[in-house]
C-alpha cells in the first residue's frame, strides 16, 4: 500500500496515529472560542482540528413539523427543528479563514466537511489540505465525485454504511480521481458505546479496500481508539470542546483537553507496542536473562560427591544448567570440590 500524505504528513501503519479533533459545533457560535479549541487542540497534542461547512439552508428546509423535527426522546436534541439544528450548529464560513490561520500558526492541519459543492468550492479557495466525507453523507455521491476532483486526500467516516454503500462510495472517489484515501469505522449515535464500535471491522476495510483505516469515535473515554490502533488504525478522530460542562451541540460526547492529550499518548504507545512478530529476548531483555532460574550447589562438596536433591537446587540466578537438566544431573559426581553457591555446569560433572 502505497503512502498517503496530508500536506507534509505521512498517514500509516509506520507513523504514530494520525489524531484529529473534532470542532463540529462545539464553537458555541464565538469565534474566540473557536479560536481557543484550535490552541487547546494544539496544546494537546493533535495533528488536525476539522471544521463542518455548511448552512442550515444547504442542509434541510426550514420546516417545523414531521420529519424535519427531532421527537426522539432518546436524542441530545429533541426538541429542535433540523433547520434550527443545523443553524446553532454551523460554523460561519467567514470563520474559517482565521480559525484556519490559527490553526496553521500553531503548526496544526485544519480542514473540513463539505456537505454540499458550494461548500466545496468555498474550501478550495482556502486550500484546505484534505476533505472528509461525514457518514451521513457517504450516499451523497455527487458531493464525493465532487470533492475527489480536487486530488485531494479524502477521508470518508462509514457510520451506518453497508458493504454495498461503501463500495459504490469507494469507486466514486476513485473513478472521480481520489488519489489518497482513508476510510472511518465509526458508529452513528451520539454517544456511542463500545458494544457497538465493532472495531474488528476496520482490518476488514483495509483488506475491502486496500487504503489506510481509521476510527471516528463517538464514545466516552480512550478505549475504543486503543482497540482501533490495536487493529490497525492509522487514523483517530474524536470530537472535541474545551468544557463538557460549558453546553453547546455536541459536548455531551466530547473530549476535553486533558482527555485528548490522553488520547494522544496513549494511542502513540498502543502503535508503539505493536512491534512486530518476534521471540526470544529482545536486546532490552538480554541483561534481564541472569533472573532467570537454573541449577546450583547449595552446600560445600568435595570431589566425587554425589548430587542428590539435598545438595542441587533450581534457584535464581541463572548461570547454571537450565532446569530441564535437574532430574539427569542428578545420581552424578562431580570431579572436584566446589562451595555453596557455585553454578552447575558440564565441566564439573562427571
Known amino acids: ?17 494520525f489524531v484529529i479533533a473534532e470542532m463540529s459545533g462545539n464553537h458555541n457560535q464565538s469565534l474566540d472560542r473557536a479560536l481557543e479549541i484550535v490552541e487547546a487542540a494544539a496544546q494537546a497534542g493533535a495533528h488536525a482540528i476539522k471544521l463542518q461547512t455548511y448552512t442550515a439552508d ?17 436524542s441530545l436534541w429533541k426538541g429542535n427543528s433540523l433547520y434550527d439544528l443545523y443553524n446553532l450548529a454551523h460554523t460561519p464560513w467567514e470563520w474559517h479563514a482565521p480559525i484556519m490561520q490559527r490553526a496553521d500558526e500553531l503548526g496544526i492541519f485544519c480542514f473540513s466537511s463539505p456537505f454540499d459543492e458550494t461548500a466545496v468550492d468555498f474550501l478550495e ?3 484546505v489540505p484534505a476533505y472528509k466525507i461525514a457518514s451521513f453523507e457517504i450516499n451523497h455521491l455527487p458531493l464525493i465525485r465532487k470533492v475527489a476532483a480536487t486530488g485531494k486526500p479524502m477521508i470518508i467516516s462509514t457510520g451506518m454504511a453497508t458493504v454495498a454503500e461503501i463500495d459504490d462510495a469507494v469507486r466514486t472517489a476513485r473513478e472521480a480521481g481520489c488519489k489518497d484515501l482513508v476510510l472511518l469505522k465509526c458508529t452513528s449515535t451520539y454517544p456511542a458505546t463500545p458494544e457497538n464500535s465493532n472495531v474488528l471491522t476496520i482490518p476488514h476495510l483495509r483488506e475491502l479496500y486496500d487504503c489506510e483505516v481509521g476510527l471516528s469515535d463517538h464514545t466516552m473515554g480512550i478505549g475504543a481508539a486503543i482497540a482501533a490502533v490495536a487493529h490497525g488504525a492509522t487514523v483517530i478522530e474524536k470530537h472535541f470542546t474545551l468544557s463538557r460542562a460549558a453546553g453547546g451541540v455536541d459536548s455531551a460526547f466530547s473530549m476535553e483537553p486533558h482527555e485528548l492529550s490522553s488520547l494522544v499518548m496513549e494511542t502513540t504507545r498502543a502503535w508503539q507496542s505493536l512491534g512486530k ?17 537454573s541449577l546450583y550447589i547449595s552446600v560445600d562438596m568435595v ?19 537450565a532446569p530441564k537438566f535437574y532430574d539427569s544431573m542428578l545420581g552424578k559426581r562431580i570431579n572436584r570440590d566446589v562451595k555453596r553457591g557455585t553454578p552447575l555446569t558440564l565441566e564439573i560433572v562427571c
Open 58 to 74: 444547504t442542509m434541510t428546509l426550514a420546516v417545523n413539523e414531521g420529519e424535519f423535527f427531532i421527537n426522539d426522546e432518546q
Open 303 to 321: 570431589a566425587g560427591d554425589v548430587l542428590t536433591s539435598e545438595n542441587l537446587r533450581c534457584i535464581r540466578p541463572g548461570l547454571g544448567l
Open 277 to 293: 512478530i518476534v521471540y526470544g529476548p529482545c536486546e532490552a531483555e538480554n541483561k534481564s536473562l541472569i533472573y532467570r532460574r
Open 1 to 17: 500500500m502505497k503512502s498517503i500524505h496530508i500536506a507534509n504528513r505521512t498517514i500509516g501503519n509506520k507513523q504514530t496515529p
Open 125 to 127: 479557495g482556502l486550500d
